[in-house]
């Protein structure tokens, strides 16, 4: 590979869709791991030119997500990072075993600034970067006392000045859908990340936080995480296509002939126990989601008639173990669904869009200890060294952006391993397909969604 081909991939980690930067980085890591000649060298010089604490780390995060250590000197990698923060020190410790907190965070100078940028970082401070940043500094703010969120905008502010003040606009991308933030990462958002970093080490420096706490809100700006960041995309199943204008020629007939064709697909071993397929074109969205829901033979499945009415397991978490409540696995004396989200302990910046909805038949553990990892092509429940659910997600339709109105571009399907479901808590349990469909419709690209919610059980007559 000849080294300008390299260096475009490189380039690619800095791509404003976050779908692309995970590529690229998965792509990178796979020339690292086949020794490609040049590739580590050059990943290193381009993580030493970056002028912003979180691209560093984009190239950084190449090698915590992927454990690329092996791949690299240790000492190399420590004078690539230009650009310090609470973050990359962490970083840096967790790859190659450095010990301590020996703070090297840049912090931004104490100098009045004019407070004319003031209204733009309100404008930008919850779109161009996740809420997620902002909750934290409040919950920051709340607990220490200490002025976070202005200490943010100082930084924010500093930044500008120092590395660029013009703030493209995201028109090309997105629209009049201005809550772009999680969806794109542009120079704006780079910006607001490494100020987000920079108040913290701040704030580290001047005693308002321990180094533990410091480095646990830095996390916020991970960009993959190390679980996920394998998880290879499968093409998507041809019979999940078309599905606007099938919904509207067949309304919720076609809703039972996915799932249908969803159980085809399955392994004879497992049975289906969770649907999610979404579509997107220029006006209009269609999210269907469809969840096997289980009872005792004494209740009514059929008498239920929308979905607050049931209950959904309490989230697990990817990394280690899952413990979930008793009750799951002994009474359900109200209808239960087998899937539950289960989330990794910190989300990257690029892959949350497809942390947050991974799905696994978490139902019947009880007590019992599961563990989940990561595969190429899935993500894994097992039991006992016994696979007991699996979660596969498709390419939806990947566009660098997405509706407000609309909850996921992810499409997945979750199985559960048909000898755990026949034996979870005994005899007695009846299991019965539950959907839920969105549709999102506008006139324009550049007004709001009519969203409508439909929600009904799938017949025995319609399977």
């Given at each position: 590979m000849t080294s300008t081909t390299v260096l475009l991939l490189l380039e690619r980690l800095l791509w404003p869709v976050p779908r692309i930067r995970w590529e690229a980085a998965r792509r990178v890591a796979r020339l690292v791991r086949a020794g490609e000649a040049g590739v580590a060298e050059a990943l290193l010089t381009w993580m030493a030119r970056r002028s912003l604490e979180s691209e560093a780390l984009l190239g950084l995060g190449v090698i915590h997500a992927f454990e690329l250590a092996p791949y690299f000197d240790s000492e190399d990698v420590d004078a690539s990072v230009q650009k310090r923060s609470l973050l990359s020190e962490w970083m840096l410790r967790a790859n190659h075993g450095r010990r301590g907190h020996v703070f090297r965070a840049l912090v931004s100078p104490r100098t009045p600034l004019?407070?004319?940028?003031?209204?733009?970082?309100?404008?930008?401070?919850?779109?161009?970067?996740?809420?997620?940043?902002?909750?934290?500094?409040?919950?920051?703010?709340?607990?220490?006392?200490?002025?976070?969120?202005?200490?943010?905008?100082?930084?924010?502010?500093?930044?500008?000045?120092?590395?660029?003040?013009?703030?493209?606009?995201?028109?090309?991308?997105?629209?009049?859908?201005?809550?772009?933030?999680?969806?794109?990462?542009?120079?704006?958002?780079?910006?607001?990340?490494?100020?987000?970093?920079?108040?913290?080490?701040?704030?580290?420096?001047?005693?308002?936080?321990?180094?533990?706490?410091?480095?646990?809100?830095?996390?916020?700006?991970?960009?993959?995480?190390?679980?996920?960041?394998?998880?290879?995309?499968?093409?998507?199943?041809?019979?999940?296509?078309?599905?606007?204008?099938?919904?509207?020629?067949?309304?919720?007939?076609?809703?039972?002939?996915?799932?249908?064709?969803?159980?085809?697909?399955?392994?004879?071993?497992?049975?289906?126990?969770?649907?999610?397929?979404?579509?997107?074109?220029?006006?209009?969205?269609?999210?269907?989601?469809?969840?096997?829901?289980?009872?005792?033979?004494?209740?009514?499945?059929?008498?239920?008639?929308?979905?607050?009415?049931?209950?959904?397991?309490?989230?697990?978490?990817?990394?280690?173990?899952?413990?979930?409540?008793?009750?799951?696995?002994?009474?359900?004396?109200?209808?239960t669904k087998l899937c539950t989200p289960v989330f990794p302990p910190v989300l990257g910046r690029l892959d949350a869009e497809v942390a947050l909805h991974v799905r696994l038949a978490c139902l019947g553990l009880g007590l019992v200890r599961g563990r989940v990892g990561c595969q190429d092509d899935c993500v894994e429940l097992s039991v006992g060294g016994d696979v007991v659910s699996r979660w596969r997600y498709w390419y939806a339709d990947w566009q660098p952006a997405r509706p407000l109105a609309l909850q996921s571009t992810v499409c997945g399907a979750t199985t559960v391993a048909r000898r755990w479901l026949q034996t979870v808590d005994g005899a007695g349990l009846s299991v019965r397909p539950f959907a839920r469909v969105r549709v999102g419709t506008r006139e324009h690209a550049y007004t709001e969604h009519d969203v409508r919610v439909e929600e009904f059980w799938i017949e025995p007559a319609d399977l």
């Amino acid at each position: 590979m000849t080294s300008t081909t390299v260096l475009l991939l490189l380039e690619r980690l800095l791509w404003p869709v976050p779908r692309i930067r995970w590529e690229a980085a998965r792509r990178v890591a796979r020339l690292v791991r086949a020794g490609e000649a040049g590739v580590a060298e050059a990943l290193l010089t381009w993580m030493a030119r970056r002028s912003l604490e979180s691209e560093a780390l984009l190239g950084l995060g190449v090698i915590h997500a992927f454990e690329l250590a092996p791949y690299f000197d240790s000492e190399d990698v420590d004078a690539s990072v230009q650009k310090r923060s609470l973050l990359s020190e962490w970083m840096l410790r967790a790859n190659h075993g450095r010990r301590g907190h020996v703070f090297r965070a840049l912090v931004s100078p104490r100098t009045p600034l004019n407070e004319e940028d003031a209204e733009e970082f309100e404008r930008y401070k919850d779109t161009a970067v996740a809420p997620i940043f902002l909750e934290q500094l409040r919950t920051l703010e709340r607990d220490v006392g200490f002025e976070f969120v202005a200490r943010w905008q100082h930084d924010w502010t500093w930044l500008r000045q120092t590395v660029g003040r013009e703030i493209p606009e995201p028109d090309f991308f997105v629209g009049s859908d201005r809550g772009y933030g999680a969806q794109l990462h542009l120079r704006t958002t780079e910006i607001l990340v490494t100020a987000y970093l920079r108040t913290l080490a701040y704030a580290m420096y001047v005693g308002k936080l321990d180094a533990e706490r410091a480095e646990e809100y830095s996390m916020q700006a991970l960009p993959l995480n190390r679980g996920l960041a394998d998880l290879e995309p499968i093409a998507r199943p041809r019979w999940s296509h078309r599905l606007l204008h099938r919904w509207r020629e067949c309304g919720s007939q076609v809703v039972a002939q996915l799932w249908m064709d969803a159980v085809q697909d399955c392994d004879a071993t497992d049975t289906l126990a969770g649907l999610t397929v979404v579509e997107v074109n220029e006006t209009d969205f269609i999210e269907i989601e469809v969840d096997m829901v289980a009872g005792r033979e004494d209740v009514s499945l059929g008498g239920l008639g929308v979905e607050p009415l049931l209950l959904r397991g309490p989230p697990a978490r990817m990394a280690g173990d899952i413990f979930l409540d008793e009750y799951l696995g002994r009474a359900l004396v109200t209808p239960t669904k087998l899937c539950t989200p289960v989330f990794p302990p910190v989300l990257g910046r690029l892959d949350a869009e497809v942390a947050l909805h991974v799905r696994l038949a978490c139902l019947g553990l009880g007590l019992v200890r599961g563990r989940v990892g990561c595969q190429d092509d899935c993500v894994e429940l097992s039991v006992g060294g016994d696979v007991v659910s699996r979660w596969r997600y498709w390419y939806a339709d990947w566009q660098p952006a997405r509706p407000l109105a609309l909850q996921s571009t992810v499409c997945g399907a979750t199985t559960v391993a048909r000898r755990w479901l026949q034996t979870v808590d005994g005899a007695g349990l009846s299991v019965r397909p539950f959907a839920r469909v969105r549709v999102g419709t506008r006139e324009h690209a550049y007004t709001e969604h009519d969203v409508r919610v439909e929600e009904f059980w799938i017949e025995p007559a319609d399977l």
